[in-house]
């Protein structure tokens, strides 16, 4: 039957990050695809949030409050898992991000390259891109050993795709007022791409695969203006839905994918092809 393909009925998933807005829909999503799945987030009460949420999948669903920028506490987590499960996960999902919030409205936007700050930059990509490749390090090992895994990053349209700064302008600024998308974001987004193909072969004969994930935006109550002008960019007129990146996540990890490596699958209703 083609939709045993998408069954992980045999597989332990890991999603980094794994409290915030999507991460605990794909956690819903494989759940119900037969997998056990453990969540990684620094943030304590959102993990419990999530248990509670899920109460009805308790035997299937672990948390670990771990900092992936911190290569001791993804360790230590791997070896609970170990211990809990006596089996190691089968699938990584690179999912964790900082969403920065620079101060709107001051008259030294910190958010531009003009006033940009290194410390800022570290704390990002400490967690977009170091915490992936600890991640990656750390669990893609133990999978090359087994001679099983699946490595999923997440990056985003704009790791395909420049931002277009128009789109974050407020009016009656000054041009160095203006917020604009953090050069960060493009940065760490471009770069798991990079990771992903540096991945995709360097374990492919340890029958290892892993492919990037390059979603648009999720409309999640942003202002009508900001709605407007995004969905001017995008073929299909309009940001995705929370709900539609579940069933690729599903697709990405599952045997339905079993010949996609090193790939980045661009879901964001046309927007980068425009
Ligand atoms: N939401 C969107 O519209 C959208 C669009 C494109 C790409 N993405 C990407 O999808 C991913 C998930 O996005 P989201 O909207 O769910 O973000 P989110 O901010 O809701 O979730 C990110 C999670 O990462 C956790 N986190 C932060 N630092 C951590 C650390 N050091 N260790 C462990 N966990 C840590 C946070 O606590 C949070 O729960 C991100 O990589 C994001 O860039 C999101």
């Not at 958010?111 to 930059?121: A, D, P």
């Not at 407020?170 to 193909?197: D, F, R």
Request: aromatic content about 8%; hydrophobic content about 40%.
């Amino acid at each position: 039957m083609i939709l045993d393909k998408f069954k992980l009925d045999n597989d332990i998933v890991v999603i980094t990050g794994g409290a915030g807005l999507l991460g605990r829909r794909y956690a819903k999503a494989l759940l119900e695809a037969g997998a056990v799945v453990i969540l990684f987030d620094i943030n304590k009460d959102a993990l419990e949030d999530v248990k509670k949420l899920y109460r009805d999948y308790e035997d299937k669903l672990l948390t670990f409050v771990v900092d992936i920028t911190r290569e001791e506490s993804v360790q230590n987590a791997m070896l609970s898992i170990r211990d809990t499960l006596s089996k190691d996960p089968t699938i990584l999902i690179n999912n964790a991000a900082i969403d920065p919030k620079f101060e709107k409205n001051s008259k030294i936007n910190k958010s531009r390259l003009e006033n940009f700050e290194l410390s800022q930059w570290n704390l990002e990509l400490s967690v977009g891109l170091s915490g992936a490749m600890i991640c990656t390090k750390i669990f893609g090992t133990q999978m090359a050993k087994n001679y099983k895994g699946v490595i999923i990053n997440v990056a985003s349209d704009l790791g395909v795709i420049a931002p277009d700064q128009r789109l974050y302008r407020q009016e009656g600024l000054s041009e160095e007022e203006q917020n604009v998308k953090p050069v960060t974001y493009s940065v760490i987004k471009h770069a798991l791409i990079g990771l992903t193909k540096y991945t995709a072969t360097y374990w492919a004969d340890k029958g290892i695969r892993c492919n990037a994930f390059a979603p648009g935006g999720v409309y999640n109550n942003h202002s009508e203006d900001f709605t407007r002008r995004i969905s001017n960019l995008i073929p299909l007129g309009r940001m995705a839905n929370i709900d539609e990146y579940e069933a690729t996540i599903l697709f990405l990890c599952s045997d339905a994918s079993s010949y996609m490596n090193g790939a980045t699958l661009n879901m964001d209703g046309g927007r980068s092809i425009w």
